[in-house]
């Protein structure tokens, strides 16, 4: 039995952003919407705004994002990443910081909550990134964390100590 043909490009989309080929996994991901019906379309817009905004075409990608993701269909990488486009591009912070705590309820992780302790302090509001500091300090002491997660709490601990200044 052969796949559709929707499906069959969604997994080569999916291929090719394993091996770093994003541009090309994004044509892949468009012609497999092109076919896609519409109950089967959110996983393959949401390929398509992650390879677009692993590479670098990070105004699609945000729009990619806010035309697939709604109340009941969303990921966690990619509230992640729109937060972080939010950020990136001077939006607006309160809006990011939104998309950043969906992402946590969706994906729970140090790093994640790292970047809502810096979204946070980037608002002046040192109490709150405290707090959430601490939960990702919590998270630290109940089980080994990778390096990275190290570097984001050490990260995450200068920001709230120094208020931001060093951003």
């Known amino acids: 039995f052969a796949a559709p043909r929707h499906q069959m490009q969604s997994k080569l989309g999916l291929i090719l952003s394993a091996r770093g080929r994003h541009d090309r996994a994004a044509v892949a991901y468009r012609e497999a919407l092109e076919d896609a019906p519409p109950k089967e379309a959110f996983p393959m ?15 699609e990608a945000e729009q990619v ?11 966690g990488r990619g509230c992640a990443n ?3 486009l939010i950020q990136r591009r001077g939006g607006d912070l309160r809006e990011a910081e939104e998309y950043m705590r969906h992402a946590l309820d969706l994906s729970p992780g140090v790093e994640l909550r790292c ?21 990702a300090q919590a998270a630290e002491a109940q089980g080994e ?4 997660e190290q570097q984001a709490l050490a990260e995450a601990k200068a920001s709230v100590d120094d208020g931001g200044a060093s951003e």
Request: charged residues 35%.
């Open 82 to 84: 729109l937060a972080r």
């Open 145 to 148: 964390i990778t390096d990275a």
């Open 115 to 135: 970047e809502l302790v810096h979204l946070l302090v980037e608002q002046d509001r040192q109490e709150d990134a405290g707090w959430e500091l601490q939960l």
């Open 45 to 59: 817009a949401l390929g398509l705004a992650d390879a677009l905004y692993d590479s670098g075409d990070h105004e």
């Open 65 to 75: 994002y806010r035309q697939s993701m709604d109340e009941e269909q969303r990921s």
